[in-house]
């Protein structure tokens, strides 16, 4: 997949998104945009393997074959891959949608990183000045500016005026503000040494056992695949020991 270029490969991963062989509950390309923004920066682990099956909703893919809902699953990876490395050299460009009028349409951008940041809500509260928090006050301020204005973007469209305690200033800053959070909070978990997995084979980068287990059996890990990746440990171990006797 990395042999596509960059604007033939989004066309193609929007055209997906919106064919048949999804329905209405897949994400926008500016929703997925925003969601990989949110899995990423989110101050601890979520992998691939959990987080891509709300991509495409409860049904997942309508594909005719393994290999192909594989091959449609690559190119999520691949996005994440890109605004991972993005984010990695310090800029990040949201994929928002424009209006009829051509103003920049942030709302998309600001819902998937709201489905991000609902996957692991109280992780989200280690960001802050607290004993044992993230990155101090900045980060909690970016924490709560990125919560107000996805949950201004949740609200049905007659809801908005008045709603919340925004400012015409602020949700005008919005198309700034969501990404520079982002970016600022990305560095925190960076500097703090906060893995991000972007393998789709990748079962075992869980934090805790009671955690979701990654396989996405709605189970946590303790209860569904730690006795597996447990045997195989002690496996690996036994093995390692008679190849070193």
């Avoid at 949740?154 to 949700?171: C, F, I, S």
């Amino acid at each position: 997949m990395s042999e596509i270029e960059p604007p033939d490969y989004l066309d193609l991963l929007d055209g997906l998104l919106q064919s048949d062989m999804v329905t209405e509950q897949a994400m926008s390309l500016s929703e997925l945009d925003g969601f990989m923004a949110g899995i990423i920066a989110c101050p601890v682990v979520v992998l691939p393997t959990e987080w891509i099956g709300q991509v495409w909703g409860e049904k997942g893919i309508n594909s005719d074959s393994d290999e192909h809902a594989e091959a449609v699953n690559s190119l999520i990876i691949e996005r994440f891959k890109q605004v991972l490395f993005g984010l990695y050299q310090g800029f990040v460009h949201p994929i928002y949608d424009l209006g009829d009028d051509e103003q920049v349409n942030w709302y998309g951008w600001a819902r998937g990183i709201s489905r991000a940041m609902a996957m692991r809500p109280e992780a989200w509260d280690r960001y802050g000045s607290h004993d044992g928090g993230l990155g101090g006050e900045d980060a909690h301020e970016a924490t709560s500016s990125l919560r107000e204005l996805c949950a201004y973007s949740n609200l049905p469209e007659d809801q908005r005026e008045g709603a919340l305690d925004l400012d015409e200033k602020t949700l005008g800053m919005a198309p700034d503000l969501i990404p520079e959070a982002i970016l600022l909070l990305y560095g925190v978990k960076q500097g703090v040494g906060i893995p991000i997995s972007v393998s789709l084979t990748d079962t075992q980068a869980q934090a805790t056992r009671t955690e979701p287990c990654p396989c996405g059996s709605g189970l946590t890990y303790e209860e569904c695949c730690f006795p597996k990746d447990q045997e195989k440990r002690l496996e690996n171990t036994k093995r390692a020991e008679q190849e070193q006797a």
